[in-house]
C-alpha cells in the first residue's frame, strides 16, 4: 500500500481529533440529527480499528457508510441558497470526505482518494484550523505517475496581438523599478495604478508554473472551473474538472468554450503550490489578512468591466493580460441587480460602446499588458476590464489600507 509510507500516526491524530472533538457533539445535538450522529460514530470506530488491525470487510463497510452519510449531508447543502446553509453541515461533509480517502488509500485507489480529498475542500469546511484533507492530497499528488504526454518541455508562451479598443483618452501605466516599502507608501497617494518590475522574480513559480508542470505535478486535482465568455453571460455555468484535463481541453488544444479557473483560492486547496510564492513585504502595509486568489487559464478569458472592496496588487506569474481602467470616481454604469453592482454595463470592447454610452469618451481609460513577473498596483473600487491574451496563471493579493 503506497499510504505504508505515510504514518498510520497521521490517521490516528486526525480520527482522534474528529471522535473527540467537542464541537462536533455539541452540533450534532443542536440539529437534532441522530441517524447522521450513529452513521459518523460507527464510521469513526471502524477507522480506528482499521488503524490497528485491518480487515478488508470492515473497510466496505465504511466506505459503504461514508457514501451513505456523504450523500445524506449533500442534499442537506444542497437545498435553498448556499450562503444559509449551516456551517457544521459543511465542517461533517469534509471530515467524511477525509476517512472516506483514507480508507480509498489502504486500497491503493489513488485517484478516487484525490478526488474525494478535493469534494471534501471544495465543498466543505474546516473544524477551526485543521489541514488533515489538505495534507493528505497533496501526499497522494506525489505518488500519481507522472503524465507521459506533458513530459516534454512546454513550448514558450506567445503573446496575442489583440487590437486596443477605440478609447477617445487613454493612458499607459507608470512603471517603477523594485521600490523599496517606504517608496511604495509613497506611491499610494494618489490612488492611481502603477506597474513594479522585478519583484517577484525570486519566486519559484516564476520557473516553475506552465501547464506542463501543472499537469505533472496536480494533474489529478480536482477544481472549479467557470464555463463561458464572461460571468455577466447567460451561458456561464460551472463545473468540476481535474486540472489535467481542465489544461489539455482548453489549452492544450483549441475549444469552442472559454474556461477559467477564476478569482479561487487555489492555495488552501492544493497547498503545494504556496510554496512557489512568498509574501510581499508591501502587503505589510494591510490592516487585515491577505486574501489570496488565483487565476488560471487560457487566451481569450475576459473579466468584464468592474470593481473590487479591496486594494490589489496583481502578480502575473506565466503569461500575458491585458487591463483597461477607470478611475474609481467614474460613473461606468453598474448594473440594477443586486448581484452585479459592482459590474459596469459598459463592454469597452465592443465597437458600440461609445454610442451607447456617450459620456464614455469623457473618460480617461488606464491601459497596461502585464507580462511574466510584472506586478500591478490596482487602487481600491476602481475599474477595470481584464483579457488574457495567451495561456495566464496570475496571482491577487488583496488588502485594505
Same mark, same amino acid.
Not at 523594485?178 to 490612488?191: D, R
Given at each position: 500500500?503506497i499510504? @505504508?509510507?505515510?504514518?498510520?500516526?497521521n490517521?490516528?491524530v486526525?480520527?482522534?481529533?474528529y471522535s473527540?472533538?467537542?464541537v462536533?457533539?455539541?452540533?450534532f445535538?443542536r440539529?437534532?440529527?441522530?441517524?447522521?450522529?450513529?452513521?459518523y %460514530? %460507527?464510521i469513526? %470506530?471502524?477507522t480506528?480499528? +482499521?488503524?490497528k488491525?485491518?480487515? *478488508?470487510?470492515v473497510?466496505?463497510?465504511? $466506505?459503504q457508510d461514508?457514501?451513505? #452519510?456523504?450523500?445524506?449531508?449533500?442534499e442537506?447543502?444542497?437545498?435553498?441558497?448556499?450562503?444559509?446553509v449551516? /456551517?457544521?453541515w459543511r465542517q461533517?461533509?469534509r471530515s467524511?470526505?477525509f476517512?472516506?480517502?483514507v480508507?480509498?488509500?489502504w486500497?491503493d485507489?489513488?485517484?478516487?482518494a484525490?478526488l474525494?480529498?478535493d469534494?471534501? $475542500?471544495?465543498?466543505g469546511?474546516?473544524f &477551526?484550523?485543521e489541514l488533515?484533507?489538505?495534507?493528505?492530497?497533496d501526499?497522494l499528488?506525489?505518488? *500519481?505517475?507522472?503524465?507521459? $504526454?506533458c513530459e516534454?518541455?512546454?513550448?514558450?508562451?506567445r503573446?496575442?496581438?489583440?487590437?486596443?479598443?477605440?478609447?477617445?483618452n487613454?493612458?499607459?501605466?507608470p512603471? /517603477?523599478?523594485?521600490?523599496s516599502l517606504?517608496k511604495?507608501?509613497?506611491?499610494l497617494?494618489p490612488?492611481?495604478?502603477?506597474?513594479?518590475? @522585478? /519583484?517577484?522574480?525570486h519566486?519559484?513559480?516564476?520557473?516553475?508554473?506552465?501547464p506542463?508542470y501543472?499537469?505533472? @505535478?496536480h494533474g489529478?486535482?480536482?477544481?472549479?472551473?467557470?464555463? &463561458?465568455?464572461?460571468?455577466?453571460?447567460? !451561458?456561464?455555468?460551472?463545473?468540476? $474538472?481535474k486540472l489535467k484535463?481542465?489544461?489539455?481541453t482548453y489549452? #492544450?488544444?483549441?475549444?469552442?468554450?472559454?474556461?477559467?479557473?477564476?478569482q479561487?483560492?487555489l492555495?488552501?486547496?492544493?497547498?503545494r503550490l504556496?510554496e512557489?510564492?512568498?509574501?510581499?513585504?508591501?502587503?505589510?502595509v494591510?490592516?487585515s489578512?491577505?486574501?489570496? @486568489?488565483c487565476?488560471?487559464g487560457?487566451?481569450?478569458?475576459?473579466?468584464? #468591466?468592474?470593481?473590487d472592496h479591496? !486594494?490589489?496588487l496583481?502578480?502575473?506569474v506565466?503569461?500575458?493580460k491585458?487591463?483597461i481602467?477607470?478611475?474609481s470616481h467614474?460613473?461606468m454604469?453598474p448594473h440594477?441587480?443586486?448581484l452585479l453592482?459592482n459590474?459596469?454595463?459598459?463592454d *469597452?470592447?465592443s465597437?458600440?460602446?461609445?454610442?451607447?454610452?456617450?459620456?464614455l469618451?469623457?473618460?480617461?481609460a488606464?491601459?497596461?499588458? +502585464?507580462?511574466?513577473?510584472d506586478?500591478l498596483? #490596482?487602487p481600491?473600487?476602481w475599474?477595470?476590464?481584464?483579457?488574457?491574451?495567451?495561456?495566464?496563471?496570475s496571482v491577487?493579493? =488583496? =488588502?485594505k489600507?
Amino acid at each position: 500500500m503506497i499510504v @505504508n509510507s505515510l504514518s498510520y500516526e497521521n490517521f490516528h491524530v486526525a480520527t482522534n481529533f474528529y471522535s473527540t472533538c467537542s464541537v462536533i457533539a455539541e452540533e450534532f445535538s443542536r440539529l437534532y440529527c441522530s441517524k447522521e450522529k450513529d452513521l459518523y %460514530g %460507527g464510521i469513526l %470506530g471502524r477507522t480506528s480499528h +482499521l488503524i490497528k488491525d485491518y480487515d *478488508v470487510n470492515v473497510r466496505k463497510q465504511v $466506505l459503504q457508510d461514508c457514501d451513505i #452519510l456523504l450523500h445524506l449531508i449533500w442534499e442537506t447543502i444542497n437545498i435553498g441558497h448556499w450562503k444559509d446553509v449551516d /456551517v457544521f453541515w459543511r465542517q461533517l461533509y469534509r471530515s467524511i470526505c477525509f476517512i472516506k480517502s483514507v480508507n480509498l488509500s489502504w486500497d491503493d485507489r489513488i485517484a478516487e482518494a484525490i478526488l474525494s480529498c478535493d469534494m471534501g $475542500l471544495i465543498m466543505g469546511a474546516p473544524f &477551526g484550523e485543521e489541514l488533515f484533507v489538505q495534507e493528505l492530497a497533496d501526499f497522494l499528488s506525489q505518488h *500519481v505517475s507522472i503524465d507521459s $504526454l506533458c513530459e516534454t518541455e512546454h513550448e514558450p508562451v506567445r503573446k496575442a496581438e489583440f487590437p486596443l479598443p477605440f478609447l477617445s483618452n487613454h493612458k499607459e501605466i507608470p512603471q /517603477v523599478n523594485a521600490p523599496s516599502l517606504e517608496k511604495f507608501i509613497e506611491l499610494l497617494n494618489p490612488s492611481t495604478p502603477f506597474i513594479m518590475k @522585478n /519583484v517577484i522574480d525570486h519566486w519559484p513559480a516564476m520557473k516553475k508554473w506552465n501547464p506542463s508542470y501543472l499537469i505533472q @505535478n496536480h494533474g489529478e486535482r480536482t477544481v472549479p472551473i467557470e464555463i &463561458g465568455s464572461s460571468y455577466t453571460s447567460e !451561458q456561464w455555468s460551472q463545473k468540476l $474538472l481535474k486540472l489535467k484535463d481542465f489544461i489539455r481541453t482548453y489549452m #492544450l488544444t483549441s475549444s469552442n468554450e472559454v474556461a477559467y479557473l477564476a478569482q479561487y483560492e487555489l492555495f488552501n486547496h492544493i497547498t503545494r503550490l504556496k510554496e512557489d510564492i512568498t509574501p510581499l513585504d508591501y502587503c505589510a502595509v494591510s490592516e487585515s489578512d491577505v486574501v489570496t @486568489n488565483c487565476w488560471f487559464g487560457p487566451e481569450g478569458t475576459v473579466s468584464p #468591466l468592474h470593481h473590487d472592496h479591496y !486594494q490589489n496588487l496583481f502578480c502575473q506569474v506565466y503569461g500575458y493580460k491585458r487591463f483597461i481602467m477607470f478611475d474609481s470616481h467614474d460613473n461606468m454604469h453598474p448594473h440594477q441587480h443586486h448581484l452585479l453592482k459592482n459590474t459596469s454595463q459598459i463592454d *469597452v470592447e465592443s465597437p458600440n460602446a461609445l454610442r451607447d454610452f456617450p459620456d464614455l469618451a469623457d473618460k480617461t481609460a488606464w491601459i497596461a499588458d +502585464l507580462g511574466p513577473g510584472d506586478v500591478l498596483y #490596482l487602487p481600491l473600487h476602481w475599474w477595470h476590464h481584464v483579457r488574457s491574451l495567451s495561456v495566464s496563471f496570475s496571482v491577487s493579493l =488583496w =488588502w485594505k489600507k
